[in-house]
């Protein structure tokens, strides 16, 4: 088993429709920055999340698929990162049961990503939905990870997921779990719809111009950025006088975020310029960065048993490391271990 001070990080994505700009950008690049760093690093495609809501069984097996090649495609190397799908590796399941019997009532309450999901229907949601923070959790612990990369809108869950650890350590008077840190960094972890430019890009957006998927082409690329929603204002010199422009924010900050400049850098370049002129540059930048990716995701998606092939291996890595860590829970917590 895994020293708990080791460090590592653990970051997860659902497979429950095409990937974005959002997705790449707030997380997919810092995933390669970090497996680059030399750390340990574990990257799992979260399809117990995805199930929480109905999903299609072959469309799930297809975006699971999808989202693994994805990964690969922006740099993940599954020999130096471990790359898996969650329901392969049971300590997550298992765990996650574990947590729920040490998570508080008035801890999932207080989870806002259910509040959005479940709404004015929150008694008809999937108890799945109402519980994933502790599953979340174990997807965490069940690796004794040090550090989660997340966007801004799951910090929540990571500190949840440190109090139940905290929990679990005292009421067994162990130092068993670590404490995890979150890992939010950069201009653009949160990417917004290009639609609405004070909803976050999502994969689930029923409109498909309100994201760009990974999986788009050039051409594709090039269409949307011409056709996201702006103002007739040109661009100024700060950031600071875009506080009450969502849609120009947003589109400054995905160019910022792909090009590696400032966000002041960006508009010192564009002053006084207008959207006509800053599009265009935007799709110019975005192309050359993610139709590279398009293409690679293609010759790994060309392959599936070579995917599925790679997930196993992952698998097999994630369960050498968990298993004995959720063994060891379960003897804490007073089972009868005969094997």
């Known amino acids: 088993m895994t020293d708990a001070t080791t460090p590592r990080i653990f970051s997860g994505i659902q497979p429950s429709g095409h990937l974005t700009l959002g997705n790449y950008l707030g997380a997919l690049r810092r995933f390669v920055e970090r497996q680059e760093e030399g750390i340990a690093t574990v990257y799992c495609l979260v399809d117990l999340h995805a199930i929480t809501v109905w999903q299609d069984p072959e469309a799930l097996r297809s975006q ?12 993940i190397d599954p020999a130096r990162s471990i790359l898996f799908n969650q329901s392969q590796v049971p300590a997550h399941a298992e765990l996650g049961w574990l947590l729920n019997c040490v998570a508080r009532m008035g801890w999932m309450n207080r989870m806002t990503q259910f509040k959005e999901k479940g ?18 959790a174990a997807d965490i612990l069940a690796y004794h990870t040090t550090h ?26 162990v130092e068993f779990f670590p404490l995890p840190e979150p890992v939010i960094e950069g201009p653009a972890t949160r990417v917004m719809s290009l639609r609405d430019g004070t909803k976050k890009m999502s994969k689930s957006d029923p409109s498909d111009m309100s994201r760009i998927n990974l999986t788009d082409d050039a051409d594709t690329i090039a269409q949307k950025f011409r056709k996201a929603r702006t103002d007739a204002e040109p661009l100024p010199g700060s950031m600071a006088a875009l506080t009450d422009r969502p849609e120009a924010r947003n589109l400054v900050n995905i160019y910022a975020a792909l090009s590696g400049e400032t966000q002041d850098a960006v508009l010192s370049r564009f002053e006084g310029k207008g959207f006509g002129d800053f599009k265009p540059a935007l799709a110019d930048v975005a192309v050359a960065t993610l139709a590279p990716i398009s293409a690679r995701m293609s010759e790994f998606l060309a392959d599936p048993a070579e995917i599925d092939r790679i997930l196993g291996q992952g698998a097999a890595r994630a369960e050498q490391i968990s298993a004995p860590i959720v063994a060891r829970t379960r003897e804490i917590m007073g089972m009868i271990l005969s094997r």
């Open 119 to 136: 709404g004015k229907n929150a008694e008809k949601v999937s108890l799945g939905l109402y519980a994933y923070p502790a599953l979340m």
């Open 64 to 75: 699971t698929r999808e989202a693994a090649a994805a990964f690969m495609a922006a740099g």
């Open 148 to 173: 989660v990369p997340v966007g801004e809108d799951q910090k929540q869950h990571v500190e949840l997921t440190r109090d139940i650890a905290a929990k679990f350590n005292h009421d067994y008077g």
